[in-house]
């Protein structure tokens, strides 16, 4: 049930396709050489300039997210295709996403509640399942 206090609406599709739009016109800087990444995808440069933090960063696995969502790629596939790219188990990557998603939600200023509903409704869980994701994480 969400909390009372929470007053966060979704964002209608207009917003969301603008703020899908913006994402995509952002230019990320790379988190090891400081360089602006111009080209798509980001994790492409990594992999090429930065092998072996590209092998064993997990602060790769939530930007790669962010553009596999953004080209609208189901979270299973998303599971699925990271766990063979980084040799990882889906569900460490699956944690992992659940808790930086939330940390990232609530310091954007959604409310505890509705940061684990929307988390729940986009993995096809519990929210009982995010909160000891969450708890793990921490």
């Known amino acids: 049930m969400p ?3 929470c007053t966060n609406a979704p964002p209608d599709a207009k917003d ?3 703020m899908d739009e913006s994402v995509l016109d952002q230019k990320r800087t790379c988190p090891y ?3 602006v990444i111009e080209t798509r995808p980001y994790w492409s ?3 090429t300039e930065h092998p072996a933090e590209y092998e064993n960063s997990q602060g790769t696995w939530l930007p790669l997210y962010k553009d596999y969502a953004t080209a609208g790629m189901e979270i299973a596939t998303i599971l699925m295709v990271m766990s063979e790219l980084f040799n ?3 569900e460490d990557i699956e944690s992992f996403l ?3 998603l939330y940390k990232e939600k609530v310091a954007a200023g959604t409310c505890d509640a509705d940061a684990k509903a929307e988390l729940a409704q986009l993995f096809g ?3 009982t ?3 000891k994701r969450i708890k793990l994480g921490e």
């Open 16 to 18: 969301k396709a603008e």
């Open 88 to 90: 990882a188990k889906s």
């Open 45 to 47: 440069h990594i992999a």
């Open 98 to 100: 659940m808790h930086s």
């Open 129 to 131: 399942d995010i909160e």
């Open 33 to 35: 050489c400081s360089k």
């Open 3 to 5: 909390d009372p206090g």
């Open 125 to 127: 869980c519990a929210i």
